[in-house]
């Protein structure tokens, strides 16, 4: 179940305590449940997969043929549709759901999200640069760039030069992220640390590609806690 994922709202961030006293940040997504639109075989298009849909939308904002596709499907207009590839699809059918239940078992995500639009920044602001001189001849570029090219040859400005221009608004994928809980009554889901994006903004969340070996906090707490049970071996 893990090869799907979920579509999510960035609600904000707090904090969680453990019983050690020991103060979690986290990032609260609002969860929505995804539904199977349709099954691809492998004898349609060469591999198989399954279609989910997200969100609701207007029957109004749809297109004709968006309209006769969920008609002949025979389900609820989605917002979003995103297409998985699966190993088997049998375990799949059209018209079910799935929500916070497929993280279950699973500890650790990877979340993708667009993060801050700055709209057009400096090199300063985009790249860190340290600026020209405050003195010694420099006037009014203070915080430029300085030179970009060389000279005749090659007689231009090559393609990734760091350069002003727009900042930010762009998909970030961030790995190994750790489940802190999650409230399946009010579907959130409480993630360590902070994911790049504004309030609001869509959040897709899926297992972990990585095969990750690392504690959680929790079994951290446990160990620690075993080690102080353990009496200590008497020096011989």
Excluded: C, W
């Amino acid at each position: 179940m893990s090869e799907i994922a979920l579509i999510g709202k960035k609600i904000g961030m707090t904090r969680e305590f453990y019983k050690t006293g020991q103060l979690v940040p986290v990032t609260v997504l609002k969860m929505e449940k995804a539904r199977v639109i349709q099954i691809i075989g492998e004898e349609k298009r060469g591999y198989k997969a399954v279609q989910l849909g997200y969100g609701k939308i207007k029957s109004s904002k749809l297109s004709k043929a968006m309209k006769g596709f969920y008609a002949k499907k025979n389900t609820e207009a989605k917002k979003k549709l995103k297409e998985y590839r699966v190993k088997d699809v049998s375990i799949y059918k059209e018209g079910n759901e799935f929500g916070l239940e497929i993280f279950k078992d699973i500890k650790f995500v990877d979340t993708r999200s667009k993060t801050i639009g700055k709209g057009f920044a400096g090199a300063m602001k985009r790249h860190n640069f340290g600026g020209l001189r405050a003195t010694h001849g420099v006037s009014i570029s203070h915080r430029s760039h300085g030179s970009t090219g060389q000279r005749q040859d090659p007689g231009k400005v090559f393609k990734g030069k760091k350069m002003a221009g727009h900042m930010g608004d762009k998909l970030r994928t961030m790995q190994n992220i750790e489940i802190i809980k999650a409230d399946l009554e009010n579907e959130l889901l409480y993630l360590k640390g902070s994911i790049p994006g504004s309030k609001n903004s869509e959040v897709l969340v899926k297992s972990s590609v990585k095969n990750i070996q690392k504690k959680t906090i929790d079994e951290k707490i446990k160990a620690a806690e075993q080690a102080k049970k353990t009496p200590d071996k008497k020096k011989k």
